[in-house]
């Protein structure tokens, strides 16, 4: 047993781990999410008995009856955060505790029990801990951490359920951006949207994600890496990518981004990049942004930079901008000065490779 929160842990360490020859195998080269660590953490709900059967244990499918009722009601939330080897050779988590916070109100919007913070937290500790030897040492290689929850009681009524799995697995990646940072293309959905008002577009949920995925589709169909949506009742405001906030820089150096309006995906990177941008003394506005304004900025010479963030690219640079109604590019088409300089300051901190005022980092 072992104190990861407001309940314990059982931990029973799996019977067969991947050798660590096949571990390191799988580490030179392990892509974005389809390598998994040995281990998962899986916790228990039921009504009138609170969050019990907290586990650390072997990774392994879940069976799961045909009535269970995330598979019929889309009752599902999740997170995702990183555990980096940091420079002094700790073991490092960006900002868990906003995850959990955060994960506790997606499970509000979505009518679910809400898991402890501190629970959370300790979950994902545990499974890092055990772990560890899956973490990459490559440069910016880090495990990404996948903690999850679903209505798992078996029930085809529609009411919020009164059972719930709460489920961390662990995949590492190697680099984002291997070969350098290379700018994205973008496609303007004028077809979809994401996120309505009163809508889920702020809770995380794997809702908002079917949603987005035949915008991406037709991304891909025009030549473009990624899709970002515009706001449902207008159509003339930006809202943000599928799974990225997005920023605009000024050729003043100031910077703007969509104010969280309820459709918008609170983004921890998006929170930090506010942060340290200040802190830099750039004026940074949060406010409804028109695709106009983009897209005339972009093309006098207003706008000069416009990046993407999450957690799993960190800043991401936008090149070029495509849509119905033709194209265009920010600056050169190329990686812009201050996407390059904030990147390089965020991925430091995350990396435990520069100072971190603001006790970002929580090491192991
Ligand atoms: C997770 C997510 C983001 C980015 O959030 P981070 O906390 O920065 O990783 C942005 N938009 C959507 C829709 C997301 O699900």
Redesign the pocket.
């Given at each position: 047993m072992s104190g990861g929160g407001t309940i314990d842990f059982e931990i029973r360490p799996s019977s067969q781990p991947v050798s660590a020859t096949e571990r390191e195998a799988l580490l030179a080269n392990p892509g974005f999410g389809r390598v998994f660590t040995d281990h998962m953490v899986t916790i228990r709900y039921a009504e009138g008995k609170g969050w019990y059967d907290a586990r650390v244990e072997a990774r392994a499918p879940i069976p799961m009856d045909p009535a269970t009722a995330v598979l019929h009601y889309a009752q599902e939330i999740f997170e995702?955060l990183k555990a980096y080897h940091r420079a002094d050779g700790s073991v490092g988590l960006f900002r868990p505790d906003a995850?959990a916070r955060?994960f506790a109100q997606s499970a509000q919007r979505m009518a679910m029990a809400p898991l402890p913070e501190d629970l959370f937290v300790g979950s994902v500790r545990e499974l890092v801990n055990i772990d560890r030897a899956w973490i990459p040492t490559s440069t910016e290689g880090s495990l990404y951490l996948r903690p999850f929850q679903y209505a798992s009681e078996v029930f085809l009524g529609v009411r919020p359920a009164r059972e719930y799995l709460y489920c961390v697995i662990a995949s590492p990646v190697g680099p984002y951006f291997a070969g350098g940072l290379k700018p994205v293309s973008i496609w303007i959905s004028d077809e979809y949207t994401r996120a309505a008002p009163g809508g889920t577009g702020a809770a995380?949920c794997g809702g908002?994600?079917a949603a987005s995925l035949l915008a991406q589709s037709q991304a891909a169909d025009n030549g473009c890496d990624q899709v970002i949506f515009l706001d449902a009742a207008e159509r003339k405001y930006v809202d943000?990518?599928?799974?990225?906030?997005v920023f605009f820089v000024r050729a003043d150096g100031s910077m703007f981004t969509p104010e969280l309006n309820g459709s918008i995906?609170p983004?921890?990177?998006?929170d930090s990049v506010m942060t340290l941008a200040r802190e830099q003394g750039r004026h940074v506005e949060e406010r409804p942004v028109s695709i106009d304004e983009w897209r005339d900025g972009a093309r006098s010479g207003e706008i000069v930079e416009t990046f993407a963030?999450?957690?799993?690219a960190v800043l991401t640079p936008i090149g070029t901008v495509r849509g119905v109604e033709g194209e265009f590019k920010l600056g050169d088409g190329g990686t812009g000065p201050v996407t390059a300089a904030l990147r390089e300051t965020l991925v430091g901190i995350q990396f435990g490779r520069v100072p971190d005022p603001h006790n970002w980092t929580t090491t192991l």
């Open positions: 995702g995850n955060r995380k908002n994600y943000e990518l599928g799974g990225m906030n995906l983004g921890i990177t998006r963030c999450g957690t799993a």
